[in-house]
Structure formats: structure tokens, C-alpha cells
């Protein structure tokens, strides 16, 4: 059997659109065994996933001495044939490298964050289309399995974890049992989170609100009398608990472009995700409900993490009733090149 090595260390929310691919090559090449290598506060995402063989758990605190000490260790050990590199950056692409696969393929140099880094690779893959992480990366199993059908992301919860984020929902004060709104609130100080308008919409519907607020979104401007789920450092697999719970129970995810929406979007539950800065064509999760601002400002899109506007972010000023509606995945249904 040969054995393979998925290389996609960050972010939360780029790991989890590349996982629709991963899952399309299983699917088409099952007699591949597939193995990951990812940072250590993601690794919990990949458990429970039936094509995953192992996880090699990258500390990236420990730097270079890491990377060339017990990532390449473990990396080698494993003896995979091939590397695929999800991420397309130097630190992806040292990793496919330094794992001693022969075979190294990858995006191409426009693709790539780091386009020079394509040196390290022994295949170059062109990508054609929107510098989505879920397109790249269909793009790049195809090189094994060119008949891969475009498939959304699948994280799976096991019935212990769903109890759990269900028991933490009820502590909360929200019946776990009956449909409600999870909103997911980010620091004041991203551009990309939501704003007073989407959270006072949110507060006067007709579900119990549930704010969900992330382990460094303790600034977050929470509405008074709101009933709060504080997520901490290594809790992602309460997060993607609470997704099955809240799509049981028939809710809603309000989130912004960020990782907590990508993983409850991935679980199944029902998501509405607000796009300011960014452009949905090149994150927004495939299965999710895509909203923009109604009259967006000139300076959308935009990658800056601290908003430069002299009103601040005035793309995020909206409600959901008030977005206008985007396609997040048109690749979704395209063809593979083979049928």
C-alpha cells in the first residue's frame, strides 16, 4: 500500500476546506493510506476521520529546531511514498522535503503564498481557478486520483463528545434539545468580526441565543444578559461536538470568516457566514450561507489584520437580513478531468 503524507499545518479554517479533498482521493484511491502532518493545536480535528491514518502533531513554538528535530523524526518514519503540500508556503513545502518522499507535488508558483518555495517539490500542480484552500487542494490529489469528485469538508463528532458540548450548552441556560442560535463573536479588534448590527439582530430573533466565544476572544462585546459558552486552549473537539448539537437540534451558526465557523459549517450545522474584508470566492466554506455587505466600501476586499478605514470596519455593519448573498464554491460542481 502505498503511503502518502498530507502536509497542511495552518490555519483552522484552511485545514478544514482542505479536507473535502483528502476525503475525495480516499474515496477514489482507497488503496492509498493516508497520513497528515499538521500543527498541534489542529491535530484534534483530524480524529475520528476514517480516511486519516495517522497525525503527525507539529509544534510550532519549538521553531526550526522543531521542524528539523521530532516533526522530521516522526515525518520519517512513516516512509511515505508521496508528499502532498496543501499549505504552499517555505515551512509546507521544508516539511514535504524534509519527510524524504521522493515524490513531493504541490501548487505551482502563482498558487503559492510563497511562490519560490516550489523548489523543494518534484511536481508542480497548476491551479485554475480562485485561490481557495478546499480548489488547491483538489487540484493537488488529483495528481493521484484524477477522477476526485469535488466534496465539502466532514469533521465527525463521536456520541461522548456530543453529550458533553450538549451538558456545556445546558449549563449555559439553552435548551441543547430545542433549535437555537450559536453566534460566534470575535475580538473587537479583528476586522473580520461581527458587529452590533448582526448581534442585535441575532438577540431579536425568535431562538435562544447561545454566544460562543473563542479562548482569546475574551474582549468580545458580549450583548447583557446573553447566555455564554467560553471555549479554552485545547477544547477543539468540544467545538466540533457542539456543531452536531446544534445541527440535532435543528439551529443556527451566525459566524464571521474565521476557524470556529469553518468547523461547526464542517460538522453539518445549518451556518450563515458574514464576509467583510475578505472575498468569499477565496474562503468562504462551502456548505455555509455567504451574506456581503448590501454596498460594500472601495476598499473591499482586503487582507489587513487591523482595519485601516477611518471609520473602522464598515464592511462588517450589517445584519444578516440586510446581506447580500454570495456563491461560495462554484467549483463545487465541477467535473473531474476523468470520469
Known sequence: MTRVLIVRLSAMGDLVQSLGAVRALHEARPDLELHFVTQKENAPLLEQLPFVASVVQHDRRGGVRALLGTTRSAMRRLNCEVALDLQGNWKSAACAWLSGAPLRIGAAGPWRQEPWSQVLLTKQVLVDGPRHPGLAALAIVRELAPSARALPPLLV???????????????????????????????????????????????????????????????????????????????????????????????????????????????????????????????????????????????????????????????????????????????????????
Open 157 to 339: 463528532a463521536t456520541e461522548s463528545e456530543v453529550e458533553v458540548a450538549a451538558q456545556t450548552v445546558r449549563d449555559a441556560g439553552v435548551d441543547p434539545g430545542k433549535p437555537f442560535l450559536a453566534l460566534l463573536l470575535g475580538s473587537p479588534g479583528d476586522p473580520r468580526s461581527l458587529r452590533s448590527a448582526a448581534v442585535a439582530e441575532a438577540m431579536a430573533g425568535r431562538l435562544p441565543v447561545l454566544v460562543v466565544l473563542g479562548p482569546q476572544n475574551s474582549d468580545a462585546e458580549v450583548p447583557p444578559g446573553a447566555a455564554v459558552l467560553q471555549q479554552s486552549r485545547g477544547q477543539l473537539r468540544r467545538l466540533v461536538g457542539l456543531g452536531e448539537v446544534v445541527n440535532r437540534s435543528g439551529g443556527e451558526v451566525w459566524g464571521a470568516d474565521q476557524g470556529p465557523t469553518h468547523v461547526l459549517a464542517a460538522v453539518g450545522a445549518k451556518a450563515t457566514v458574514l464576509f467583510g474584508p475578505q472575498d468569499p470566492i477565496r474562503t468562504a466554506p462551502p456548505t455555509g450561507r455567504i451574506l456581503q455587505h448590501p454596498a460594500p466600501p472601495p476598499c473591499m476586499p482586503c487582507s489587513k489584520m487591523r482595519c485601516s478605514h477611518a471609520e473602522g470596519p464598515v464592511c462588517m455593519n450589517f445584519a444578516p437580513s440586510q446581506g447580500r448573498e454570495a456563491l461560495a464554491a462554484p467549483w463545487l460542481a465541477a467535473k473531474p478531468s476523468v470520469e
